[in-house]
């Protein structure tokens, strides 16, 4: 008796509690299930089994009243290929590029300054940019829709200056969706090549001086080369919400800029083509999943 | 020998002389701040407007944060916001955080796929994932109807089930990034001390972890509380939040007194951040 | 094998053929057989990566053996956790809690055996009293000095009386003069409180210092445990001798053997003597180590020079209290002497120029045979 205690001691009365944790202990996967099965479990019900419904409607047929009847047809896809929705296709895109290059312009040198400018400032400068940022982003267009608005500030003041005698039509038109994408995605790009610029290490500009580079070739060969990674991650995050924007083409569009987002919008809630809808749907998914895979392409050539 | 190498380390921090250039790039950086304010600016001004008509200044007035104060369709819509938002935040942030400690602390076989998974909601685009749970609500109520006699309806509970699914992996990405540099030594001290496997993670990784979670459901509650799109197709009659309203009444027509309730929004926005970092800098001291 | 200690004490910590396998497949400790006596300060010394601290975790409990066995006051242990182990680490960072402040760190092992109130204060006072800290209680571990952690760190184990005390290079992050204090102050701090200390380190010198006992690992193996003196006086192998001081290696063929003492042939067939403690069989290809101070360096001019070795000087390196001469033997050998300096010698003080002509010599008893 005495010997099989002193042997076993750790096997001594142990609560249901410490055997309970030593099970967790050293089975890994009872501890990975307990962890990872609850986010894996909502995931797989509201994510990933919805996902896979719409997969399945894309293929089926529209039935009366807007019901979907099961069939295997591949006429929804057919169907986009019309100009009606190819136009509705490359205008997103359009855009959407459009507003990338747009952020990537003026947000670079922006984030530039920032990076350069003294470290008291810094934050308060960030906080600045990230105010508008964290505002509601339906508040925030509606405020564009304020300025752009035919008897909105912009044109009364330029009637009041006298430059024009009309009222500008501005909402409702692309100009104004690209601006509203612009207003609400900036931050997206000014903030990782912050990060980029700011982790860049500046003596390689003095190094490259010293052989003999001017400011141009040292911001093309040195710079940009360096800070790629914070321009491409920049990129992606404005394209992708771009690419798939419904609120801004919707109230600053106004129905005359038809974004992919507002298609299947009408699809499900106007027309009640479901099947149409989700196959429209997928080939968002499909541009946004082909512009991540992209990015990280590049990503991984570029890798040092 | 000690004056010159004086020189030579002062030498290299020469005045930023503000050349053509440098000029340039503040003009960029100050009409990109114009830009960014004057919208939300001219909004809030224009909300303590008198004119019912919006293109002129009649003179200051806070009749329509009065009426918006008595208006009951607003006081339940923002009640509705804070419901889902507190709920959606309360279980994203405990969801998240798990699944965090999932990828960060074990391994297991499909672990590659689960995480490749979990970053899905963040980059697949708000409409697709708004339109697939509006079809499964739909789908998964008329097969409950069907089978159990369960009658079900969109409403705050289909509400605050999407917006988990979509924010609790941002919970976990940003756990994730905190636990990556947390010091695993600290655990096995706690356990050389004598704690066992709960206390350890109650005593010192959840204390330390706390900045990270925090962060995390700061981002939840913003993330569900400024939601729009997966809102507007998952909701059901009367569970109107906030942005809805917003939204109703922008497409109805701009009036003043939608200044108001976004300028009331704007305020509550800047001051969850400001707090919220006053309290990360609180914390970082 | 080399521990001759005798072993009239309890064993409080003893390894039995352990050996660690990691998932990456690197053998960290392989077959390694130790018995550490209760109240010791037992030592293991060695160079990064050979397993010294893969040890030290497996007797805290943070890695289980793959093969072989840890047994702590004679109980096997299997893979009981750390939390049930009597055992309390110093670890290398000091891993003090960021977030708690001093007492509360050092308080935190007897929080969570739930130990009463009152009884936790006077213990963390005595502790932090002990390592001298009284008065620090309130700060937090970032406003303190790297020395004031170490000793927040030994004042966090030691309340917890554990039975043995574990320290992972727990010197490692300090400046040289502080970590020469330490040194002198953990070696008295572990007599006044009679904890068996087992103490990682790669420096040999603090080793010397303050270990009772030393176990020498190199990949992952124990190639010697002694007392400082036999280590650094006996060593049993060319990495020892080589590890532990410096150590002039002259690789030789055995001449004759005459009872305890050999002949044999180094550096183009000079005959040296050596003391040997196991019989070598004549012909056998040795190693004789002699370390740089037991060579006696002479000029080959100064009357009556006589050696075992002739060379001629080829380098002279002063460090103050000694001299260093490098002393080419012939084309592949060079013998490094140490010899003290400011003393009334042949050469009058003075160093020897280069180039000198000298006569280097040991007594039997100050060179070694190893054969590896």
């Known amino acids: ?304 | 020998m000690t004056a010159t190498a004086t020189t030579s380390l002062q030498a290299p921090r020469r005045k930023r002389r503000l050349s053509a250039g440098w000029a340039l790039l503040w003009l960029n950086v100050l009409s990109t701040f114009v830009f960014l304010y004057a919208p939300i600016v001219v909004m809030s001004i224009f909300s303590f407007n008198a004119s019912r008509q919006m293109q002129v200044w009649m003179g200051f007035t806070l009749d329509w944060y009065a009426r918006m104060v008595h208006d009951e369709r607003v006081r339940v819509a923002a009640e509705n916001s804070l419901v889902i938002a507190l709920v959606s935040t309360l279980v994203s942030t405990v969801i998240g955080t798990l699944t965090a400690m999932a990828l960060e602390r074990t391994r297991f076989r499909v672990k590659r796929l689960y995480e490749g998974a979990m970053y899905l909601p963040i980059i697949v685009p708000e409409i697709v994932m708004a339109i697939a749970l509006l079809v499964f609500f739909n789908l998964s109520f008329s097969w409950l109807d069907r089978l159990f006699g369960l009658q079900l309806n969109f409403g705050l509970g289909t509400i605050t089930i999407a917006h988990i699914a979509f924010s609790f992996p941002f919970v976990a990405v940003v756990v994730r990034a905190r636990l990556a540099d947390f010091d695993r030594t600290l655990e096995q001290a706690a356990q050389d001390l004598g704690a066992n496997d709960w206390q350890t993670f109650r005593y010192v990784t959840l204390p330390l972890l706390m900045p990270g979670i925090i962060a995390g459901a700061l981002l939840a509650f913003t993330l569900s509380i400024d939601d729009f799109v997966i809102t507007f197709f998952n909701a059901g009659v009367g569970s109107t939040t906030l942005p809805l309203e917003i939204y109703g009444r922008v497409r109805r027509g701009i009036t003043p007194d939608v200044n108001a309730l976004s300028t009331v929004m704007l305020l509550a926005s800047i001051v969850l951040v400001l707090g919220s970092l006053a309290f990360q800098r609180r914390r970082a001291t | 094998m080399g521990g001759f200690a005798p072993l009239d004490r309890p064993i409080d910590v003893e390894l039995i053929d352990v050996t660690k396998v990691f998932d990456s497949g690197v053998v960290a400790v392989d077959r390694v057989t130790l018995q550490i006596q209760q109240g010791e300060f037992f030592s293991l010394l060695g160079p990064s990566g050979c397993g010294k601290t893969t040890t030290l975790r497996m007797i805290a409990g943070f890695e289980h053996p793959t093969a072989g066995e840890v047994r702590i006051e004679g109980r096997p242990m299997g893979h009981t956790p750390p939390f049930r182990r009597n055992v309390n680490t110093v670890f290398q960072n000091y891993a003090l809690f960021p977030h708690m402040t001093v007492f509360e760190n050092v308080a935190f092992g007897l929080r969570m055996k739930r130990v009463p109130r009152d009884e936790i204060s006077r213990r963390v006072r005595e502790a932090l009293q002990l390592v001298r800290l009284s008065g620090f209680e309130e700060r937090y571990p970032r406003q303190l000095s790297g020395g004031q952690q170490q000793r927040v760190a030994l004042a966090r184990a030691l309340v917890n009386r554990p039975r043995v005390l574990l320290l992972d290079e727990p010197l490692g992050a300090l400046d040289l003069k502080l970590r020469k204090e330490m040194q002198l102050e953990l070696k008295h701090l572990q007599m006044t409180v009679g904890i068996t200390f087992i103490y990682v380190t790669h420096d040999q010198e603090e080793a010397l210092t303050m270990s009772d006992r030393i176990a020498v690992m190199n990949a992952g193996r124990v190639l010697q445990v002694g007392t400082p003196i036999e280590i650094y006086e006996r060593p049993t192998s060319r990495f020892v001798a080589d590890f532990i001081g410096e150590t002039n290696f002259l690789s030789g063929r055995v001449d004759d053997v005459e009872r305890d003492t050999a002949t044999v042939l180094v550096a183009g067939n000079r005959p040296v003597r050596v003391r040997i403690d196991e019989p070598l069989s004549v012909g056998s290809e040795v190693t004789v180590a002699v370390r740089p101070e037991k060579v006696q360096i002479v000029p080959l001019e100064a009357p009556g020079a006589d050696g075992l070795l002739r060379g001629r000087v080829e380098e002279v390196i002063y460090i103050g209290t000694d001299t260093f001469y490098v002393v080419r033997i012939d084309e592949t050998t060079t013998v490094r002497v140490r010899s003290q300096n400011d003393r009334n010698r042949l050469d009058g003080g003075q160093l020897l120029p280069i180039g000198t002509a000298v006569a280097l010599s040991w007594a039997p008893d100050a060179a070694r045979v190893l054969l590896d």
């Open chain 1, 1 to 304: 008796m005495a010997i099989v205690e002193r042997i076993r001691p750790s096997e001594r009365s142990r609560s249901w509690r410490e055997r309970l944790g030593d099970a967790i202990r050293q089975h890994e996967g009872l501890r990975a299930l307990l962890l990872a099965g609850p986010g894996g479990l909502w995931l797989l019900l509201f994510f990933l089994l919805p996902t896979a419904i719409v997969f399945a409607y894309s293929f089926a047929r529209r039935g009366p009243y807007g019901t979907v009847s099961w069939a295997f047809t591949l006429e929804n896809y057919v169907r986009f290929f019309d100009w009606l929705y190819i136009r509705v296709f490359l205008v997103s895109v359009w855009l959407a590029l459009l507003t990338t290059v747009i952020c990537l312009l003026i947000g670079y040198p922006f984030a530039f300054v920032i990076a350069r400018s003294p470290r008291r400032w810094r934050n308060a400068l960030l906080v600045l940019v990230l105010i508008p940022f964290w505002t509601n982003f339906l508040v925030r267009t509606y405020a564009i829709m304020l300025l752009l608005r035919s008897d909105g500030l912009i044109n009364n003041a330029l009637q009041w200056l006298g430059l024009i005698d009309r009222p500008l039509t501005m909402l409702f038109t692309p100009f104004a969706v690209v601006l509203g994408l612009v207003y609400g995605y900036l931050p997206f790009m000014i903030l990782p090549i912050y990060a980029s610029i700011e982790k860049f290490d500046f003596t390689l500009v003095e190094a490259a001086q010293d052989l003999g580079a001017d400011t141009w070739q040292v911001f093309w060969r040195v710079l940009l080369p360096l800070t790629l990674p914070g321009v491409l991650a920049g990129s992606i995050l404005v394209f992708i919400p771009s690419v798939g924007a419904f609120v801004t083409p919707d109230l600053l569009g106004g129905g005359k800029v038809v974004m992919i987002a507002n298609l299947i919008n009408q699809q499900f809630l106007t027309v009640r083509h479901w099947p149409f809808g989700s196959a429209v749907s997928f080939v968002l998914m499909a541009i946004v999943l082909a512009a991540t895979m992209l990015y990280f392409r590049i990503g991984e050539t570029r890798r040092i």
